[in-house]
Every structure is written in structure tokens, then in C-alpha cells.
């Protein structure tokens, strides 16, 4: 495991030992890295995050802080994703003392190059398209296709703005 110890000691944080960290990886306070998780270079993990199981998170790849990541996950290279964000992954989430579980994990798919803005909720099964733009506080329900931009409650896909790349419409 190689990994920067950013901006406190490592007890301030939960790592599992099994997590493989790429060249160059940041983890901020308080963050957790469950089981199996693999990292590429120079991704940073903000403060209070939560990455889940077996997920894998591509390189140059920002996590801001408060961010919550299911188990299985999948995440592209030079993606950022903003603060407060919530991935789900179970479409009627229950808990039951008398039977089994009726757990059916969707863990997200997010392709390379995606921006998703602080206090997005991404539904469970959703897979954001390579170079998609999400809304700040948008509730994402399904996939949102490739170099698109989607806001709102419903997210609904809207037209980029003819400024630069950079600027929400």
C-alpha cells in the first residue's frame, strides 16, 4: 500500500489492508477504504468518504469529501466527483431480523472523464457516460449518455452552454 498520508496521522482514517493504492494517492481524514478496493495514481480521497468493497477507482480521480461509494463500484480515470455525493446501489433497501435478506446490489458504473456536482444522488443501476455532466443536487434515475449534461429533480438532460466546457448551462 503506497499512499500520501494527507493532512493527519493514519489512525484518522480506516484502511483496510487489503486496498491496493496506485503512485501518488491522497486519503483525508476520517475517510474509509474497505476490503479489496483498488486505487490508480494520483487519486485523491477526501475527508468522511466512504469507499465500498471491492471497487475500483481509475487514476487522476478526485473523491471529494463526504462522498458514499458502494461496494463494487466502478469508477473511470479523471473523474471528479463533488462533495456530498451518494451513490446507491439497492432499489428497495430493507432490513429483516426474520428473513433473509432481499438484497440486490446495482453498484454504479462512472466512465472516464466525468464531472458530477457536490450533492448529487446517484440511484442504483445508473452508469454516467464518459464526459457526462452532472447538476450540483441532482437526482440521477437512469443512465445518462456520453458528453451529455443532465440537472435537476429528475436529472433531465440539458442543452451545454456554448462557453467554454468548463461552464454549467
Not at 22 to 49: E, K, M, P, Q, T
Request: net charge neutral.
Amino acid at each position: 500500500m503506497t499512499f500520501e498520508i494527507a493532512g493527519a496521522m493514519p489512525a484518522n482514517r480506516v484502511i483496510d489492508e487489503t486496498a491496493h493504492f496506485g503512485f501518488g494517492c491522497a486519503v483525508w481524514h476520517f475517510a474509509v477504504v474497505l476490503r479489496d478496493v483498488v486505487v490508480g495514481n494520483y487519486v485523491s480521497i477526501g475527508a468522511h468518504a466512504e469507499i465500498g468493497h471491492r471497487s475500483v477507482i481509475g487514476d487522476r480521480t478526485r473523491i471529494s469529501n463526504g462522498v458514499f461509494l458502494p461496494s463494487d463500484s466502478q469508477i473511470g480515470c479523471n473523474v471528479f466527483i463533488g462533495p456530498g455525493v451518494t451513490f446507491t446501489d439497492d432499489r428497495h433497501p430493507v432490513v429483516s431480523l426474520a428473513a433473509p435478506s432481499q438484497y440486490h446490489a446495482e453498484p454504479p458504473i462512472v466512465e472516464d472523464f466525468a464531472s458530477i456536482g457536490a450533492g448529487a444522488v446517484i440511484l442504483p443501476g445508473v452508469r454516467i457516460g464518459a464526459r457526462a455532466r452532472i447538476g450540483a443536487g441532482a437526482v440521477v434515475t437512469k443512465d445518462v449518455p456520453a458528453e451529455t449534461h443532465v440537472r435537476g429533480e429528475p436529472a433531465r438532460m440539458r442543452a451545454l452552454s456554448t462557453q467554454s466546457a468548463r461552464t454549467w448551462a
